[in-house]
């Protein structure tokens, strides 16, 4: 494959618009992804080359939006939804819980609910409390939902194309700082398979589990303790449901430690999940501290940028809670 660097951005429209042209199928629907070109700019000039059939503004309802997704996916269509900022995921509840995660279950398997629902999420943009959340712990609690956080454009382009082509319905959330990043991606198709964590860092100090932006967080803050000879291992779920534990299972009992860091809030937070699968697995024996979890403040998201900035992880926290873990002080 023939390969070149692009934005995490570029590499999300490259998979929309190459998922397009493979499949008639493939259409995507949201508020302003047509004209505008969507609130980040992901869907721009979709709209002038596939026409106002197949990239379709919609009027202001989440609801309405995860609702046709589902229709059309249950007749047999692949529909990319995008809701423009997570928080607004609240108004498509109904839809996304109690009817795109039970359908084929309810059918025993005869209906297939094949749809994914694009949303940007997290904080650091200084949109404030209403439109900085990350909420995704939600979904993974939902059975029946996929649930996926590309943290770099080669995972981003190959995850999307993987989700139009699965069977179920896919939560797809893209953090709204990663847009701008840039990262190898091939100009071909290709697919990272759903539910396949990855080591993106090897070391042996101690294990730290992350998502989305906080995967790259992590990557630099490795890159500080390295030069204090303390080796990170830095694990990237990916798909956080359905997660693939074995890698995460086996990093810790190489290194006995685990810090687990995510920016949606603690309480409830990912991070919890992954601490109860250390602790039901065979790494639970080779544990030589015990595992702490990084994450957002339990509070709204605030407008003032110096107190958003300190409501997440930032790779400053992510040193200095690794190396107290790492030096045996917890």
């Known amino acids: 494959m023939s390969t070149r660097e692009i934005t995490y951005l570029e590499a999300i429209r490259e998979a929309l618009q190459q998922a397009m042209h493979a499949d008639e199928r493939v259409f995507l629907i949201g508020e302003d992804i047509g004209v505008y070109g969507g609130a980040f700019g ?7 080359e596939f026409g106002s059939e197949r990239v379709i503004d919609t009027p202001i ?13 249950l007749t047999g ?5 995008e809701i423009q900022f997570m928080d607004f995921v609240t108004l498509s509840m109904e839809q996304l819980v109690l009817q795109a995660a039970k359908l084929r279950y309810m059918f025993g398997g005869k209906a297939t609910v094949p749809f994914v629902l694009r949303t940007p999420g997290g904080a650091g943009t200084g949109a404030a409390a209403q439109h900085s959340e990350s909420l995704e712990n939600w979904f993974v ?3 029946g939902l996929k649930v996926v956080m590309p943290s770099t454009p080669y ?6 194309l993987a989700a139009i082509k699965d069977d179920n319905p896919v939560i797809f959330v893209e953090h709204k700082l990663l847009y701008r990043t840039k990262g190898p991606v091939p100009t071909e198709m290709y697919e990272v398979p759903l539910s396949r964590s990855e080591v993106k860092r090897e070391g042996r100090h101690l294990t730290v589990v992350a998502t989305s932006l906080m995967v790259q967080r992590a990557l630099e803050a490795a890159e500080t303790l390295a030069q204090e000879g303390v080796e990170l291992e830095v694990i990237d779920p990916r798909t956080l449901k359905p997660l693939d534990a074995r890698p995460i299972i086996n990093s810790v009992i190489k290194t006995g430690k685990l810090l687990v860091v995510h920016e949606a809030v603690k309480t409830g937070g990912f991070g919890g999940e992954v601490v109860a699968v250390i602790a039901g697995s065979d790494a639970f024996d080779y544990l030589d501290a015990p595992i702490l979890r990084l994450a957002g403040a339990d509070v709204p998201i605030p407008y003032n940028r110096t107190l958003e900035y300190h409501a997440v992880p930032q790779v400053e926290n992510i040193v200095e809670t690794a190396r107290r873990l790492a030096g045996g002080e917890v």
Do not use: N, Q, Y
């Open 141 to 143: 609690h939902v059975p």
């Open 155 to 160: 995972d981003a382009k190959g995850l999307l």
């Open 61 to 73: 309802s989440e609801a309405g939006i995860a609702g046709a997704c589902i229709g059309a996916a």
């Open 42 to 48: 992901v869907t721009r000039g979709l709209l002038d």
């Open 77 to 81: 269509m692949r529909p990319v939804g």
